[in-house]
């Protein structure tokens, strides 16, 4: 049992130090029990000068108040991401953005562990992206234009709902009133934004758009409201997403993601127009127009706590709600028509449509991933096929699976299987969940609602 528990110990050792995050494990009596190489590089130590010392020895700038560590021993609480600050035993100042959990054994705690993120380097690369908009936003008239890749033009469909939709926001682009978007992913939510940013009177000023799920949490304050000198350390005067939009549009995407605190701070521009920079006193007036969208249903984000109910009241003004392709079937071969003669013209082909089989099946299959699916498959086929018309064989192989007959029981004895049956659909859905976010694998595991770590071991599981 001892040579067992020797054994379990090294191998959870080499586990926890191949990890690349920050790793670092304290007792009740606030000594270092386990630091690991990546905790060192972001704290700029060795190893050695952490290892078996109590905390505050090894980082004296830190106190009991404000070592995270130290909080979670005393409260047994757990503290998610939060950002730390403290100078290391060298002199250097240390920004990290911490998540800190309690560590039980039988109910009892015993120590705390601290996985740490490198702040300062998320902090350079939202700095990069807010220069990236700057330089865009002083371009040229002309040079702005081109961030509107869309009009209301390219919506293509022959559903009357969805052309009464495209005429209604033709009509209410004119307005400066915020507006909230929900659609699935792939119904073409961004198409629309942006096609409404051309149609209104701000066309001619920048259009800059925002995923509120691509920026950590603890960074997009001050990508949307910039950041004022001496906030933090190195800190500068730098315009937010709301400063380098004036005079044109916004566009926050995923907005149920947005911190709900944060939320709070959105509510107050859209109510006065003032945006105040991190760390500064001073409130300056902006003219944004503000467009919101969601691949959650609202009503589900209220439920959940995950939007607040005054924000989204203050966005309801003008809501569109785009229609998953399964609800709008017309337009399936409709698009796929218009997709085949795009394709033909970039990949120099000729082909001319598809057999009836293959009709027949995208008129049943459910398009989980909406018209970015079919134009992705759409374009696959084209690539692969060698004659006139798209055939069943040209399927990419995700969905080729869908085509093909059930097999029957009788015939097959591991039907009963029910461990290779739930391994089979398992796969199934992830290749699935794969192809409709293009291979991104947050957005993969959103869909499959499991954690990404836990997508990440299925996928290595799934395809070595």
């Known amino acids: 049992m001892g040579q067992l528990t020797a054994l379990t110990k090294e191998v959870l050792t080499a586990i926890i130090k191949s990890i690349d995050e920050g790793i670092h494990v304290v007792n009740m009596n606030g000594e270092t029990i386990f630091y690991n190489e990546v905790a060192a590089r972001h704290d700029g130590m060795d190893v050695k000068e952490v290892q078996g010392k109590h905390l505050l020895a090894a980082f004296p700038s830190l106190t009991e108040e404000s070592s995270t560590l130290l909080k979670v021993i005393k409260t047994g609480k757990p503290i998610y991401n939060q950002t730390q600050v403290y100078v290391n035993l060298h002199g250097i100042r240390i920004d990290t ?11 009892r705690i015993i120590g705390a562990v601290e996985i740490a993120k490198d702040y300062s380097r998320m902090k350079l690369l939202a700095e990069r992206l807010l220069d990236l908009q700057k330089g865009l936003n002083n371009s040229s008239t002309k040079k702005v234009l081109k961030q509107v890749s869309f009009t209301l033009n390219d919506i293509m469909t022959v559903n009357p709902s969805f052309k009464q939709l495209k005429e209604e926001a033709r009509k209410l682009a004119k307005s400066d009133s915020p507006i909230l978007v929900y659609g699935e992913s792939g119904t073409g939510k961004e198409l629309l934004v942006q096609g409404i940013h ?58 149920h993601t947005m911190p709900i605190e944060l939320q709070a701070k959105l509510l107050r521009v859209l109510e006065d127009g003032m945006v105040r920079r991190v760390g500064s006193s001073h409130n300056i007036s902006v003219n944004v127009r503000v467009i919101a969208a969601m691949n959650e249903h609202p009503s589900k984000a209220l439920q959940e706590k995950k939007l607040r109910a005054d924000l989204y009241y203050r966005l309801n003004v003008f809501t569109f709600s785009l229609l998953p392709l399964r609800e709008r079937r017309e337009d399936i071969l409709f698009l796929t028509d218009n997709f085949i003669q795009v394709f033909n013209h970039k990949l120099n082909k000729s082909i001319h449509g598809m057999e009836r089989s293959l009709e027949s099946f995208f008129m049943n299959y459910l398009w989980p991933g909406n018209v970015r699916e ?10 692969v096929c060698e004659v006139g018309l798209l055939e069943v064989k040209n399927l990419p192989i995700m969905l080729r699976q869908h085509t093909a007959p059930s097999k029957s029981i009788v015939n097959n004895i591991e039907t009963f299987s029910l461990r290779k049956n739930i391994e089979d659909l398992e796969n199934k859905l992830i ?12 957005q993969a595991a959103k869909l499959l609602e499991i954690p990404r770590q836990t997508l990440q071991y299925k996928m290595r599981k799934t395809f070595e």
């Open 374 to 383: 079919l134009k992705h498959t759409i374009e696959y086929m084209m690539n």
């Open 97 to 107: 953005m911490n998540t800190t959990l309690p560590i039980f054994l039988e109910e």
């Open 431 to 442: 290749t699935e969940a794969l192809a409709t976010t293009n291979g991104n694998i947050l």
């Open 198 to 255: 051309h149609e209104s009177l701000r066309a001619e000023g920048p259009f800059i758009a925002q995923n509120c799920a691509a920026i950590p949490e603890a960074l997009l304050e001050s990508i949307l409201f910039g950041t004022a000198k001496g906030s933090y350390t190195g800190a500068v005067e730098r315009k937010g997403l709301f400063e380098l939009a004036d005079g044109g549009t916004l566009f926050l995407d995923e907005l």
